[in-house]
């Protein structure tokens, strides 16, 4: 069974950057691609970046395009996100999460394992 620990949220303002990391285990990490997801208060939970497992491919939601980078260590079993220039609009809890089936589930949000989520609020 796949387990994710997600950590690093906390309360920036806008304009700082945070970065996020999950902890995975269970299985093997290096055959995983992985994702990471938000929700907002009162929203769904939405995409924002996938990795898949050798690191060569990054996909990314539109609204965070320039600003986030998704990364990967295989060895230490270790999704991050690096988030900068942060918006208000970017206050939400952080979910890793991941699919056997690759990518194009992730990309879709179609996921088997999820982690507990992080807070991230950016004031103003």
């Known amino acids: 069974q796949v387990r994710l620990v997600e950590s690093g949220g906390g309360l920036v303002q806008a304009g700082a950057s945070l970065r996020l990391s999950c902890e995975f285990s269970?299985?093997?990490?290096?055959?995983?691609?992985m994702g990471w997801f938000r929700q907002a208060p009162g929203k769904e939970r939405e995409f924002v970046a996938g990795?898949?497992?050798?690191?060569?491919?990054?996909d990314y939601a539109e609204s965070v395009k320039g600003r986030f980078t998704v990364s990967r260590d295989n060895d230490k079993n270790m999704l991050f996100l690096q988030m900068s220039d942060l918006k208000t609009e970017d206050t939400a809890v952080y979910y890793c999460?991941?699919?056997?089936?690759?990518?194009?589930?992730?990309?879709?949000?179609?996921?088997?394992?999820w982690g507990q989520g992080t807070q991230v609020t950016v004031s103003s």
């Open positions: 999460g991941t699919d056997p089936r690759g990518r194009s589930n992730i990309r879709r949000g179609v996921i088997s394992f």
């Open positions: 990795i898949t497992w050798h690191g060569a491919i990054m």
């Open positions: 269970g299985r093997s990490f290096d055959t995983y691609d």
